[in-house]
């Protein structure tokens, strides 16, 4: 189990600041009839085996489409749940390895391509967009079948 004190930092940092400063941003965004929030999940709001973190996450997302129809139509608030990230010093060797393996595009998302996605859902393509979460996982969640279990 975890320390009580590990679960109320994880839900702050994650919940909490979500809130807080969507609130914060978005009152402003909305006086000025017009803005985009992109916050910030992670594919670990799907896995129930990733507990406080991923109830954290799941947290984001249901913030995420609260707080799209709270500012709306002025105010845009999507989010992107990404999947492991390439770059991250934390990872073994073998856990990128299993993730490349397991996803069908072969790789791993990385910063850059988060960064851009942000950039992207703040402009007028997106605008009919909110209340959304986009999965940048190259595929991992998507269900599979192998072949001979049909």
């Keep these: 189990t975890m320390p009580v004190a590990d679960f109320d930092r994880i839900l702050a940092g994650n919940v909490r600041a979500t809130f807080l400063l969507t609130q914060a941003v978005g009152l402003g965004m909305k006086a000025r009839q017009r803005g985009h929030i992109i916050n910030i999940a992670a ?5 129930r085996s990733h507990s406080i973190y991923g109830l954290a996450k799941q947290g984001v997302i249901h913030l995420t489409e609260a707080m799209a129809l709270e500012l709306a139509p002025q105010v845009r608030v999507n989010a992107l749940a990404p999947d492991l990230i390439a770059d991250n010093e934390e990872m073994t060797d073998a856990t990128v390895r299993d993730a490349v393996g397991a996803t ?9 391509e988060i960064a851009e996605m942000v950039c992207l ?30």
Excluded: N, W, Y
């Design 121 to 150: 859902l703040c402009t007028d393509a997106f605008d009919f967009m909110t209340g959304t979460t986009l999965v940048m996982d190259g595929g991992r969640s998507v269900p599979r079948i192998k072949q001979g279990q049909e």
């Design 104 to 112: 069908p595009l072969q790789r791993l998302v990385t910063r850059r």
């Design 43 to 47: 594919t670990d709001f799907r896995h």
